[in-house]
């Protein structure tokens, strides 16, 4: 592994983990940092490759951090259903995430009364 490799590998490994703690923890401003850091390292990454691509060991550990970056997708997809269900019986919804015939999203809301007085 060069020098030139292993500080952006030490960076999107920190990133990773730093990342997996922001979504255990509910941390959005740490989720958000993190994420960013992660695709800085990865562009780092990609441009010390160009041309020369990674040495064996290099792409073992590349392997072992897309595991590892994939974990935290099962996380963020977990955490984003349970909010999405919140939301729910909470009586908002997510927009449609399509357009009508008139070029419009459209947001459906039901209102859902918490208590009756």
Do not use: C
Not at 13 to 20: D, G, K, V, W, Y
Not at 31 to 47: F, N, Q
């Amino acid at each position: 592994m060069t020098a030139m490799t292993a500080a952006p590998l030490q960076r999107l490994s920190a990133a990773l983990e730093e990342e997996r703690r922001a979504i255990l923890e509910h941390d959005v401003e740490a989720l958000v940092r993190s994420t960013e850091d992660k695709l800085d390292a990865l562009r780092t990454l990609e441009s010390a490759a160009a041309g020369y691509g990674f040495p064996g060991e290099l792409q073992e550990r590349l392997a072992e951090l897309a595991e590892f970056n994939h974990a935290n997708g099962i996380l963020l997809a977990r955490r984003r259903r349970e909010v999405n269900w919140a939301l729910r019986h909470l009586g908002r919804s997510e927009s449609a995430g399509a357009y009508d015939a008139q070029g419009q999203t459209s947001t459906v809301t039901k209102v859902r009364p918490l208590a009756v007085a």
